[in-house]
Protein backbone atom coordinates (compact mmCIF):
# COMPACT_ATOMS: atom_id res chain seq x y z
CA UNK A 1 0.00 0.00 0.00
CA UNK A 2 1.58 3.78 -0.73
CA UNK A 3 0.71 6.48 0.86
CA UNK A 4 1.07 10.19 0.04
CA UNK A 5 4.54 11.83 2.16
CA UNK A 6 3.11 14.46 4.93
CA UNK A 7 1.97 17.78 3.62
CA UNK A 8 0.72 20.17 6.61
CA UNK A 9 -1.71 21.46 3.53
CA UNK A 10 -3.05 18.10 2.70
CA UNK A 11 -3.45 17.26 6.49
CA UNK A 12 -5.49 20.83 7.06
CA UNK A 13 -7.82 19.75 3.92
CA UNK A 14 -8.38 16.22 5.62
CA UNK A 15 -9.14 18.37 9.21
CA UNK A 16 -11.64 20.77 7.78
CA UNK A 17 -13.68 17.75 6.59
CA UNK A 18 -13.18 15.32 10.21
CA UNK A 19 -12.98 17.98 13.07
CA UNK A 20 -16.93 18.49 12.48
CA UNK A 21 -17.75 15.68 13.29
CA UNK A 22 -18.67 13.84 16.27
CA UNK A 23 -15.66 12.22 18.27
CA UNK A 24 -13.63 14.64 16.03
CA UNK A 25 -10.48 13.73 17.61
CA UNK A 26 -10.07 9.67 16.51
CA UNK A 27 -11.73 10.66 13.45
CA UNK A 28 -9.04 12.65 12.32
CA UNK A 29 -6.31 10.80 14.09
CA UNK A 30 -7.99 7.80 11.50
CA UNK A 31 -8.30 10.37 8.44
CA UNK A 32 -4.46 11.70 8.91
CA UNK A 33 -2.63 7.32 9.04
CA UNK A 34 -5.64 6.53 6.50
CA UNK A 35 -4.16 9.00 3.72
CA UNK A 36 -0.33 9.71 5.27
CA UNK A 37 0.41 5.72 6.36
CA UNK A 38 0.87 7.24 10.06
CA UNK A 39 0.26 10.33 12.49
CA UNK A 40 3.34 12.30 12.41
CA UNK A 41 4.01 14.30 15.23
CA UNK A 42 3.28 17.70 13.25
CA UNK A 43 0.18 16.47 12.54
CA UNK A 44 -0.78 16.69 16.60
CA UNK A 45 -0.66 20.21 16.96
CA UNK A 46 -2.81 20.75 14.04
CA UNK A 47 -5.51 18.24 15.19
CA UNK A 48 -5.67 19.95 18.54
CA UNK A 49 -6.37 22.86 17.11
CA UNK A 50 -8.80 21.75 14.12
CA UNK A 51 -10.63 20.14 17.10
CA UNK A 52 -10.49 22.76 19.95
CA UNK A 53 -8.27 20.62 22.26
CA UNK A 54 -4.81 20.02 23.90
CA UNK A 55 -2.18 18.39 22.39
CA UNK A 56 -2.49 16.46 25.55
CA UNK A 57 -5.90 14.89 24.51
CA UNK A 58 -4.90 13.80 21.26
CA UNK A 59 -1.80 12.55 22.20
CA UNK A 60 -4.14 10.80 25.04
CA UNK A 61 -5.98 8.83 22.38
CA UNK A 62 -3.10 8.48 19.39
CA UNK A 63 -1.38 6.42 22.45
CA UNK A 64 -4.44 4.80 23.55
CA UNK A 65 -5.27 2.80 20.20
CA UNK A 66 -2.69 0.32 19.09
CA UNK A 67 -4.17 0.62 15.81
CA UNK A 68 -2.92 3.86 15.41
CA UNK A 69 0.99 4.27 14.32
CA UNK A 70 3.64 7.55 14.99
CA UNK A 71 6.04 6.04 12.39
CA UNK A 72 5.67 5.03 8.86
CA UNK A 73 4.04 1.15 8.30
CA UNK A 74 6.71 -1.63 7.26
CA UNK A 75 6.26 -2.52 3.53
CA UNK A 76 4.82 -5.75 4.97
CA UNK A 77 2.49 -5.49 7.83
CA UNK A 78 2.40 -9.06 9.62
CA UNK A 79 0.40 -9.92 12.22
CA UNK A 80 0.37 -12.64 14.18
CA UNK A 81 -2.46 -14.22 16.88
CA UNK A 82 -1.34 -15.79 19.60
CA UNK A 83 -5.16 -16.30 21.21
CA UNK A 84 -5.60 -19.28 22.81
CA UNK A 85 -6.86 -21.51 19.94
CA UNK A 86 -3.66 -20.12 17.63
CA UNK A 87 -1.22 -20.92 20.37
CA UNK A 88 -2.76 -25.02 20.71
CA UNK A 89 -1.66 -24.99 16.84
CA UNK A 90 1.26 -23.47 17.03
CA UNK A 91 1.11 -20.08 17.19
CA UNK A 92 4.63 -19.64 18.64
CA UNK A 93 6.45 -21.58 17.01
CA UNK A 94 5.44 -19.44 13.96
CA UNK A 95 6.43 -16.72 16.03
CA UNK A 96 10.24 -18.28 16.80
CA UNK A 97 10.23 -19.09 13.13
CA UNK A 98 9.41 -15.62 11.77
CA UNK A 99 12.22 -13.89 14.67
CA UNK A 100 14.70 -16.83 13.48
CA UNK A 101 14.00 -15.98 9.35
CA UNK A 102 14.17 -12.30 10.66
CA UNK A 103 10.73 -11.00 9.78
CA UNK A 104 9.18 -8.60 11.89
CA UNK A 105 5.46 -8.92 13.49
CA UNK A 106 2.86 -7.81 15.71
CA UNK A 107 1.05 -10.34 17.94
CA UNK A 108 -2.57 -10.11 17.78
CA UNK A 109 -5.58 -11.52 19.73
CA UNK A 110 -8.01 -13.54 17.43
CA UNK A 111 -8.99 -12.71 14.03
CA UNK A 112 -11.94 -15.01 14.17
CA UNK A 113 -10.09 -17.27 12.06
CA UNK A 114 -9.89 -20.48 14.77
CA UNK A 115 -10.47 -23.81 12.87
CA UNK A 116 -7.64 -22.79 10.45
CA UNK A 117 -4.68 -21.35 13.12
CA UNK A 118 -2.51 -20.31 13.61
CA UNK A 119 -3.59 -17.44 11.75
CA UNK A 120 -1.72 -14.60 10.18
CA UNK A 121 -2.64 -11.10 8.79
CA UNK A 122 -0.50 -9.87 6.36
CA UNK A 123 -1.31 -5.95 4.67
CA UNK A 124 -4.91 -7.07 5.92
CA UNK A 125 -4.71 -10.21 4.11
CA UNK A 126 -5.99 -13.13 6.09
CA UNK A 127 -4.17 -16.73 6.01
CA UNK A 128 -5.06 -19.38 7.65
CA UNK A 129 -2.53 -22.51 8.92
CA UNK A 130 0.32 -20.13 8.64
CA UNK A 131 3.70 -21.56 8.02
CA UNK A 132 7.09 -19.83 8.08
CA UNK A 133 6.97 -20.58 4.56
CA UNK A 134 3.76 -19.36 3.62
CA UNK A 135 3.88 -16.36 5.23
CA UNK A 136 7.56 -15.49 3.19
CA UNK A 137 6.11 -16.57 0.04
CA UNK A 138 2.55 -14.08 0.41
CA UNK A 139 5.24 -11.35 1.36
CA UNK A 140 7.54 -11.89 -2.07
CA UNK A 141 4.15 -12.16 -4.50
Not at 10 to 18: H, V
Request: proline content about 6%; hydrophobic content about 40%; some cysteine.
Amino acid sequence: MSYVPWSKDEASRLLSQTSVQPGPVLISLQAIQTFFGYVPDAAIGLIALACNVTRAEVHGVLTFYSDLRTAPPPTHHVRVCVAEACQSVGSRALEEGLRDAGLGYEQAFCFGNCALGPAVNINSKLMGRASVDSVMKEMNE
